[in-house]
């Protein structure tokens, strides 16, 4: 069969909607037909009501689980029966399990009616407006995959520096410098989550980042649980409003062999001007190469008294590191200087709230 579950999968699903479709109506449902042909294809069943208003032909399209991404095929098949001359009036649904909140706007959007295993039902015709509003059921078989580790946190670290442009996979797999697979893994979840959207198709299929402000949340959220190898250092600095340039400086004798950046407070006061002082500098630093790092700088061991802080990082957390004009060295991504000021410290919520709105713009 064409459709995604056979009749007798679906049949307490279909007998639910029929009932709660009368008992909201006062129709009747005369007769059912499986796969009936249309122009574009076969409709999964298709209803012949009784309606105080007359006689409505209801050609419906089932599936499982749909995203705003499984309804074009759905409209595809039911705008083909829709098109076919008939004297009835015709009343298209889909009904599914699932239904996500993006996938029921769609739908109306394209004056298709459904009904899912939560209860809601809608219909909008003529005269007849059904509109029962349920919370979504989710499926408990369903797979979701960690976005915020390895490869795939460097595809979500370039989809928010893209900053809502629509890119290809390709594209995202060289911003990210990761594989087409790991790009199409990270999309499809994101897709399943309603963060992205999508235009076009095959080689022309592009997609951008539509609710950044859920997924840098979301990734706020795994950023707060990581454990990371961070050692307590000091830097003799005997002007603290020079910390920053004078470790950049040091740092920069590293050249090439290892990567480093600035980050948390000190970084994002200079970026996004906020605190009066800064004590303590943080970096990341390419993993196993902490100890190296602290001999070219000058640091000693402390466990009191530290100013700065070496992290061992790698992977997205040194993607789009960058300069800053009127400062030596390099700076860590904006993203991570934020992750970075929710640690819960002094007043860097403060600035973490005044960096996301002036400098990240989420």
């Not at 009936?36 to 298709?46: E, Q, S, T």
Request: hydrophobic share 40%; proline share 4%; with cysteine.
């Amino acid at each position: 069969m064409r459709y995604e579950i056979s009749e007798h999968d679906q049949l307490p699903l279909i007998e639910s909607f029929v009932e709660s479709f009368q008992r909201a109506t006062g129709a009747k449902v005369l007769d059912r037909k499986y796969e009936v042909p249309c122009h574009d294809g076969n409709v999964d069943l298709l209803l012949k009501i009784a309606t105080p208003s007359g006689t409505w032909e209801m050609p419906i399209e089932l599936k499982r689980v749909v995203y705003p991404r499984d309804v074009r095929q759905a409209v595809w098949v039911l705008d083909g029966y829709r098109s076919a001359p008939t004297d009835n009036a015709i009343v298209p649904m889909l009904l599914a399990e699932q239904l996500s909140y993006g996938a029921r706007e769609e739908l109306i959007r394209r004056g298709i009616g459904f009904y899912d295993a939560s209860g809601s039902l809608y219909l909008h015709h003529d005269k007849w407006l059904v509109n029962i509003d349920r919370k979504p059921k989710t499926s408990p078989k369903q797979r979701t995959i960690s976005l915020f580790t390895g490869s795939r946190e460097m595809v979500i670290h370039a989809l928010l520096q893209s900053k809502g442009d629509w890119l290809t996979g390709l594209a995202l797999s060289e911003l990210s410098k990761t594989s087409s697979f790991t790009v199409s893994t990270v999309l499809q979840e994101l897709e399943r989550l309603e963060w992205v959207e999508s235009e076009g198709k095959g080689r022309q299929l592009r997609r951008r980042l539509s609710k950044p402000g859920d997924l840098l949340d979301a990734w706020v959220e795994a950023w707060q649980k990581r454990k990371e190898n961070k050692t307590k250092w000091y830097f003799f600095c005997p002007k603290p409003g020079q910390l920053l340039n004078q470790i950049s400086y040091r740092a920069e004798a590293a050249g090439y062999d290892i990567e480093w950046a600035i980050t948390g407070a000190i970084a994002a006061n200079a970026i996004s001007p906020l605190l009066t002082q800064t004590n303590t500098a943080e970096l990341q630093v390419t993993p196993g190469r902490i100890e190296e790092m602290a001999h070219i700088i000058g640091l000693k061991p402390a466990e009191k008294g530290t100013n700065v802080v070496l992290i061992e990082r790698s992977g997205s957390s040194m993607l789009f590191r960058q300069r800053l004009e009127g400062y030596e060295g390099w700076f860590a991504s904006p993203f991570v200087q934020y992750l970075d000021l929710l640690d819960g410290r002094g007043r860097n919520a403060e600035l973490a709230a005044q960096f996301r709105q002036d400098i990240l713009k989420v």
